[in-house]
């Protein structure tokens, strides 16, 4: 278990290939299992969170080869042809992967038994299992709620007119999924739209799938048993990745970065507009479309930050985003509010709670309240010298090892390790930028990283 320690070096120059969104990983190597024929995949993530995807899907019988540097070649059961595992299956610290997979094993007469880490053991599964329940999954949770949990799908599944009580593309997919082998048409209805990269790509793969934008809600219909075509995708560079470079590259003085082939579904860019509105230097260059998404470019220059009281974007199209947001704020001219968070409770960690330990933990004066945090800023670095705990939350390290790079004192993250499960190459990415950086193991000896 290695810590971090973040400290500020030089300014960020220089240019990065951000690795494939994480997202869209998770769906390529789930929907090409099921289709009919061989896909190519390039540019997949290959983090912890999505080979644990392809290791539930080897499971359930369908063939993943990786032939290295991202490319995968995926051979489908074709939908409806999952087989039973003769393991249970850990996913990890995925939350996507479970509650995307809980989808597809519903309508297949399979029963499955999922397990995670600590964190994701702790993590609420009742918002798919309540609605996977009514179309005829059953499901033996530890206290009704939580992983380990069985799955039995069934051979007879109803489909479902659902409207999610709560933003969640995994919800809204993980019904989607689970329509696949469901005869009749199922559908999601969105109060509040959530990235949509598992509309795109059934839509890709040949599937009957309409998105209509009705009064005050975004309906999305799915004709069932359909024949997926394979596909040949390039997955983009992950927004949520990009947004520590780019919070980086915004409050280190001098900075000037290039994020090369960044996603950018509308959906996911929420954290764009939100920095541009403290006013970040963020332009976006060769914009283009590849394999269905948007991509472009992303210049970051380094500028000094503004409080911000009200996001100008949906919560939901940055959600992922929060915790470096947060850091931007603690360096920022003046005292930002966030609120209508209470998502944040219930990701990988609590990261209302967990943020504003680590911000405390670095001198910064924060608040917080039950759906959000505010956090006074410095108009520059933070005293830092604090130890921030992850509680197995990338993202929480992540968004501290950037805040390191503008601290008086060093920042030390206890845990570095969950850096693996989204973003193995942040460390080396960073350092090659610039960024003071220091693995330490228990010994105190310093690695590279
Ligand atoms: C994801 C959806 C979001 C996000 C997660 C990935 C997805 O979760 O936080 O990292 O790939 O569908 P929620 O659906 O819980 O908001």
Redesign the pocket.
């Known amino acids: 278990m290695p810590s971090l320690v973040s400290h500020p070096k030089s300014a960020l120059i220089g240019s990065a290939q951000i690795p494939g969104d994480?997202?869209i990983s998770?769906?390529a190597l789930m929907l090409s299992a099921l289709a009919v024929g061989k896909s190519r995949i390039s540019g997949l993530l290959e983090g912890e969170d999505v080979l644990a995807t392809a290791s539930a899907m080897r499971l359930m019988g369908a063939t993943l080869d990786q032939l290295g540097d991202g490319n995968w070649q995926v051979q489908g059961v074709g939908v409806g042809g999952l087989t039973t595992p003769d393991d249970i299956m850990d996913m990890g610290n995925s939350?996507?992967s479970t509650?995307?997979l809980m989808g597809l094993i519903a309508s297949h007469d399979i029963t499955v038994t999922l397990t995670g880490d600590a964190s994701l053991r702790g993590r609420p599964m009742r918002r798919v299992t309540d609605p996977l329940s009514k179309m005829g999954a059953s499901f033996e949770a530890r206290d009704g709620a939580y992983l380990p949990l069985t799955i039995k799908g069934t051979s007879m599944p109803l489909p479902l007119d659902y409207t999610p009580p709560?933003?969640?593309?995994?919800?809204?997919?993980a019904l989607l999924l689970a329509g696949l082998n469901t005869s009749g048409i199922t559908r999601v209805r969105e109060k509040t739209a959530?990235?949509d990269?598992?509309e795109r790509m059934l839509s890709a793969m040949g599937a009957d799938i309409h998105v209509e934008d009705q009064d005050d809600e975004r309906v999305i219909s799915l004709v069932g048993q359909p024949e997926l075509k394979p596909i040949t995708l390039d997955v983009p560079g992950d927004i949520?990745s990009s947004a520590f470079l780019m919070v980086a590259a915004s409050l280190v003085p001098n900075s000037d970065v290039m994020l090369k082939r960044v996603g950018m579904n509308p959906l996911r860019t929420g954290i764009i507009g939100a920095l541009r509105a403290m006013g970040a230097d963020i332009r976006l260059l060769n914009e283009r479309d590849l394999g269905g998404e948007p991509v472009a470019d992303i210049r970051v220059c380094g500028s000094q930050l503004q409080a911000v009281t009200s996001l100008p974007v949906d919560p939901?199209t940055m959600?992922?985003e929060f915790p470096v947001l947060f850091c931007a704020a603690a360096t920022a001219k003046g005292t930002s509010r966030f609120t209508g968070l209470s998502?944040l409770r219930?990701?990988e960690s609590d990261r209302l709670s967990v943020m504003a330990a680590g911000l405390k933990a670095n001198g910064v004066d924060v608040t917080e309240f039950e759906d959000g945090l505010e956090i006074k800023g410095f108009a520059g670095p933070v005293p830092g010298g604090g130890t921030v705990e992850t509680f197995l939350d990338h993202r929480i390290a992540m968004a501290f090892a950037v805040l390191g790079q503008m601290a008086d004192a060093p920042i030390t993250i206890e845990d570095a390790s969950p850096i693996q499960t989204s973003f193995p190459s942040f460390i080396n990415l960073m350092k090659a930028l610039g960024a003071g950086l220091e693995l330490v193991d228990e010994t105190g000896t310093v690695h590279k990283a």
């Open positions: 994480k997202s998770h769906r939350g996507t509650r995307l709560m933003a969640s593309a995994q919800v809204k997919s959530t990235r990269h598992t949520s939901s959600i992922d998502e219930v990701k």
